[in-house]
């Protein structure tokens, strides 16, 4: 094989080689793009970003279902529903924007804090009240599962239901990440 025919040969195959290794970097950047990555103790992990979780009290008056979004690493935003059937016939939509950042260097450990307010209908009189109420508590999740548990002092004040001020409450729930 002459000289000439072996450079034109090493030219395709590196040619070939730098057009697999942009096909492959274009490849990684749009997967990378739609499934976030965090690396956690050495080990590559999924970001997940969606919580659905049942919370008793808390910002319900006695359960909620709700979906939360990571907004940031640290900033999420949760609205929930809680139906009252029966007695009460009220329907609650509890709204809370929350930090929630780690403590100290374990990534399982969360403390969170933050505000929000529960709008709620009372049907058989047709109006609408709001209570507003602040969250502190302590949330689990490890990074490599999809389970969070969460427990919190919860207090609230609505001006509707007691005029002694803000009003002592808490709750503690169990959701799934994804």
């Known amino acids: 094989m002459s000289i000439t025919r072996r450079i034109k040969t090493l030219k395709q195959a ?10 492959l970097a274009t490849f990684s950047l749009q997967a990378q793009n739609r499934d976030t990555i965090n690396s956690v103790n050495d080990t590559v992990v999924k970001s997940r ?4 979780s049942v919370e008793l ?13 990571q907004l940031t690493k640290d900033l ?14 009220e329907f609650l939509f509890p709204v809370e924007l929350y ?3 780690t403590i100290g260097p374990n990534p399982n450990n969360h403390i969170e804090y933050g505000l929000g307010v ?15 109420f602040a969250r502190i508590g302590y949330a689990f999740h490890k990074p490599k599962s999809h389970w969070v548990y969460r427990i919190g002092y919860t207090p609230f004040f609505s001006p509707e239901i007691s005029d002694n001020g803000i009003q002592p409450f808490g709750g503690i729930s169990v959701g799934y990440y994804f």
Not at 14 to 23: A, D
Not at 49 to 52: D, L
Not at 76 to 89: D, L
């Open 57 to 69: 009290g808390g910002n319900g008056v006695i359960y909620f279902v709700n979906y939360s979004r």
């Open 99 to 101: 930090l929630s950042p």
């Open 14 to 23: 590196v040619g070939i080689i730098l057009l697999s290794r942009l096909f």
């Open 118 to 132: 529960t709008p709620y209908h009372q049907v058989e009189y047709c109006t609408w009240t709001a209570i507003f």
């Open 76 to 89: 999420i935003v949760r609205i929930g529903f809680e139906p009252f059937i029966g007695v009460w016939k």
């Open 49 to 52: 970003k969606n919580i659905v």
